[in-house]
């Protein structure tokens, strides 16, 4: 799909700091993830993938209503086994997309993030939501199981509390999703793209290729035995010293550290 064709229902915008801003467009008020809006993601996050310039992802819907409020339901009643399969699997693509792309990846959930929305922000890294968001798992209430990334659900919550999302379909308020681990801030709705503009510059101000090892680690923590995990990261900690940025991060610390001393002893 070339980029003019993926435009019409994904925008895409690059910071001068690296700041990536993916934004869902023209999938209504709520960003209901269709098959035209799935690979138009798809096509995006491939071109985000291929573009060294980019330190960091913001996911986003279209205005505040929701971050993305499920797959297109008009569109999966018509399917049978075969229909099914390529499109949960194409859902699963994206999912992927984001979860593995070197790059952190921050969800914006300023209101209702549902079914395979939520499956979406949980591949994401980071879930800044605003106090009036609602997430949920409403799939068993349609007569379809939730799946994919909804697989994250009992390692970040627990198994009771993702036991209940999914066999209820009962959808949390901001605030329970935050005490479940579900969100990782909670801010007020006028106060949400503040708050992801900090974030996302502080983690633009740091080395990409430490961040790139660090988020590849976290994936494979969520595979891994602990001891292997703990192995590799003595690996991993030895090859960041091949990428030059712990000398220049480093530097920079021990030189202001002796800038503030000598500034110090000075007066």
Not at 116 to 129: K, V
Not at 139 to 154: C, N, T, Y
Request: hydrophobic letters at 50%; aromatic letters at 4%; one cysteine or more.
């Amino acid at each position: 799909m070339s980029k003019k064709d993926w435009e019409e229902h994904a925008a895409l915008a690059i910071a001068d700091n690296g700041v990536a801003t993916l934004a869902i467009r023209n999938a209504g008020s709520l960003n209901i993830l269709s098959t035209p809006v799935v690979a138009a993601l798809s096509a995006a996050l491939a071109d985000i993938a291929q573009r060294p310039e980019v330190r960091v992802l913001i996911m986003r819907g279209e205005g505040d209503k929701a971050f993305i409020a499920g797959a297109d339901i008009k569109e999966m009643a018509n399917y049978d086994e075969a229909g099914a399969l390529v499109f949960i699997d194409s859902l699963r693509q994206i999912c992927d997309a984001v979860r593995l792309l070197p790059v952190p990846v921050i969800a914006r959930v300023p209101g209702w993030c549902l079914g395979g929305g939520l499956e979406f922000a949980l591949a994401c890294d980071l879930r800044i939501a605003a106090d009036v968001a609602n997430l949920g798992m409403p799939e068993v209430k349609v007569g379809i199981p939730s799946i994919i990334h909804a697989a994250l659900l009992p390692r970040l919550i627990g198994k009771a509390r993702a036991s209940w999302m999914l066999l209820t379909g009962e959808v949390v308020d901001a605030a329970q999703a935050l005490s479940y681990g579900l969100v990782d801030r909670v801010v007020p709705l006028a106060d949400i793209d503040a708050e992801i503009e900090r974030v996302a510059n502080l983690l633009a101000g740091l080395g990409s290729e430490v961040l790139a090892q660090q988020k590849r680690l976290l994936r494979e923590w969520e595979d891994e035995p602990l001891e292997t995990s703990i192995r590799n990261g003595v690996k991993e900690f030895g090859l960041a010293f091949n990428t030059g940025e712990p000398q220049k991060y480093m530097g920079e610390f021990v030189r202001e550290k002796q800038s503030r001393k000598a500034s110090s002893g000075s007066t």
